[in-house]
């Protein structure tokens, strides 16, 4: 009887379960490409559609990589061959494009890892203090301390 019990439950239980899922979180992130450098109004810096190029910046694994964007289409760029870097070069009069990029700051560095890393040490300093005194009792010093109080009381 009680096998016919437990199998009816592992029954109901697999036709009765559903998956769970848990509904997914959005982070908003700007895809927005900072401008560089504005490039002249001439047929060399348009796109087939017409659309005038700027010089921005994206970051590619750590490492932030000149491209042409268009304001009017900011979620496409291109990528910049070594004519156009040439051609890019002389039209902004300056000796390397990459002189361009602004340097990341300490924030964008540094920053973040800090934050994180101090809030993890906070947040484990805090459980090894509240634990302490379950930990020394584990460990057996704690009773030590207490047998040792109690006999001077005596």
């Given at each position: 009887m009680k096998k016919i019990l437990f199998i009816l439950t592992v029954i109901a239980g697999l036709l009765m379960s559903s998956n769970a899922e848990a509904r997914r979180i959005r982070i908003p992130v700007s895809n927005d490409i900072p401008k560089v450098a504005t490039l002249p109004d001439s047929s060399y810096y348009k796109t087939d559609e017409g659309t005038h190029l700027d010089l921005g910046y994206i970051e590619k694994d750590g490492k932030r990589t000149l491209v042409l964007f268009s304001e009017s289409k900011?979620?496409?760029?291109?990528?910049?061959?070594?004519?156009?870097?040439?051609?890019?070069?002389?039209?902004?009069?300056?000796?390397?494009?990459?002189?361009?990029?602004?340097?990341?700051?300490?924030?964008?560095?540094?920053?973040?890892?800090?934050?994180?890393?101090?809030?993890?040490?906070?947040?484990?300093?805090?459980?090894?203090?509240?634990?302490?005194?379950?930990?020394?009792?584990?460990?057996?010093?704690v009773k030590k301390e207490k047998d040792n109080n109690e006999e001077e009381e005596k």
């Open positions: 900011p979620d496409t760029y291109y990528d910049i061959s070594d004519e156009y870097a040439e051609a890019i070069r002389q039209d902004l009069n300056v000796e390397e494009l990459s002189s361009l990029i602004p340097e990341p700051t300490f924030w964008d560095k540094w920053g973040g890892s800090l934050l994180f890393y101090g809030f993890a040490a906070l947040i484990v300093i805090g459980l090894l203090s509240y634990l302490k005194d379950f930990i020394l009792g584990l460990l057996g010093i």
